[in-house]
């Protein structure tokens, strides 16, 4: 078919035999860059003294002959693009000192021995993809092909054709499976019409694991394209978390076959509730940043690592670095790394972009890294408690990991006098003890900032999901001495110290003294209170 090509097409050389159809300024690592031309005519071409250039300057190629309708390519280092790619054996790879191609805007000009120009392209990469090669558009006509003047990113799977016929030129009957993609609990694969003809219903089969599901596409005129959805409940996924091989295809006999399949590793998600978003800061103090907590409630360690957190307005922030999430343990999805002076190093993964949770009221959606829905919440500041005075670095928390987190009731305020609970577990969650208790320790100690042992730390259990607390210091005749919370929210359990003096922050006399901790539900009316002793050494 190539020993026909034709060319249509206005250059200011209609007689030239030589045209530049694919060029690769941007390729991954280890593949250096080239340039490819086609031989249009119909007899083969002697390139003799010709010379490759870009905007700066210019490479002498070797003696070579191109048969008609033959490919040849020009680059730095033959043998690493044979390595790096497949290349037909057809295809002829000239080594040769290949002008660098800028990555951002260049020139390629095609001269012959006497400097005359045979073909030449400028590109500028922001209309293309970085990574993908940039093919000439055409079109086949009667098995000739119809070279045009528009430049267009590759759409191989392996991101170029390199000495092929370019995957932009349109063929007659070009059926292709353009994509396979997670969208929420389903699989969709599209299919377009990229030929000249209209293309009757077609068998399209997916394989998931050693699970394979078919489908008929509808009849598709050129342009067209039809997406087919699998539901996740229709394929035996036994509810883990698990990596599955996806392969698509079409069963066609069209003239492009090698875009008929579509092959991929996708990450599946567990059973609903068994990864889930425990807790969310949207309103960090200055100096914190946003961050949203992940509960793994399955049997295998979980890495958020490529785990995706989206907002409502579908801006997708990716974890980046390894998280190694144990089961039924805690991870932290965090906007950046000031998160590390509140969670273990190994329990907090940073997001690219940065995450950024409107803090009136958004949509937060969990995903695995193929894109599958895993959890969802809707976050408001209204769910916050309504005795909280201000909800600026105050969490979110939820009641059990277990309970559905698009239900509002799921959600509370952190009670934790940091105002939340990264990477532990939430301040709200814990088990009631009807009893309470309250300690201090170590006690006695001594009120001398000079001794190693300068203040106790005074903690409690209250039997309230959250309170409005007092905790104060009194001496045994019942004078006040000091105050170490006032109308303060907490939760369950918690703690303050206690350096050893007064309101007027002045040290007091060695001897007994007495701590009172003061709790009123913060749903009800209901009291509670407690009592310890705590003693002032030397």
Known sequence: MRAFLFLFLLVSNAHSQILITEIHPTPAGGEPEWVECVNISTRSTHIDGWRICDSRSCAETPDVTVAAGGFVVFTRDASALREARWIPSTTIVVETLLPS??????????????????????????????????????????????????????????????????????????????????????????????????????????????????????????????????????????????????????????????????????????????????????????????????????????????????????????????????????????????????????????????????????????RTPSGFSVDSMRYTVKDHHDLLPATKGIALEKRSPLVRSLDPSAWTSSGDLSGGTPGRRNSVSVEPDTHGSLHATPSPFSSDPSRRASSSVITWKQPFEQAIARVSIYRPDGILVADLLNSVFISREGGVAWNGTDLRSQRVAPGPYVVLLECVDASSTAVYRDRCLIVVGE
Request: glycine letters at 8%; hydrophobic letters at 35%.
């Open 101 to 366: 191609l800028n990555n951002s805007t260049d020139r390629v000009e095609v001269r012959d021995a006497d400097s005359a120009i045979i073909d030449s392209m400028s590109y500028d990469m922001r209309r293309y993809l970085r990574g993908r090669s940039v093919e000439r558009a055409g079109q086949e006509h009667r098995n000739a092909i119809e070279y045009g003047s528009g430049w267009t990113a590759c759409q191989s799977r392996d991101s170029a054709s390199c000495g092929r016929l370019n995957t932009v030129v349109v063929r007659e009957r070009d059926l292709r499976c353009a994509s396979v993609s997670a969208r929420d609990d389903l699989i969709a694969v599209e299919v377009v019409n990229q030929g000249r003809v209209r293309i009757d219903g077609t068998a399209i089969i997916a394989v998931v694991g050693d699970e394979r599901i078919q489908a008929l596409t509808l009849g598709l005129d050129p342009g067209m394209a039809w997406t087919w959805y699998v539901p996740l409940h229709s394929i035996r996924l036994h509810g883990q978390l698990r990596s599955k091989s996806v392969r698509a295809f079409l069963d066609i006999r069209d003239d492009r076959v090698e875009n008929d399949t579509v092959d991929l590793e996708m990450i599946f998600p567990p059973s609903r509730g068994t990864i889930t978003i425990n807790e969310v800061l949207a309103d960090p103090l200055p100096g914190a940043c946003e961050y949203v907590e992940v509960w793994n409630g399955t049997n295998d360690t979980l890495d958020l690592e490529g785990w995706i957190v989206e907002d409502e307005s579908h801006v997708q922030c990716i974890g980046i670095g390894q998280t190694r999430v144990p089961p039924l343990g805690y991870g932290v999805v965090a906007g950046d790394t000031s998160i590390r002076n509140r969670v273990n190093t190994d329990l907090w993964s940073a997001t690219k972009p940065r995450l950024q949770i409107n803090s009136t009221t958004d949509l937060i959606v969990l």
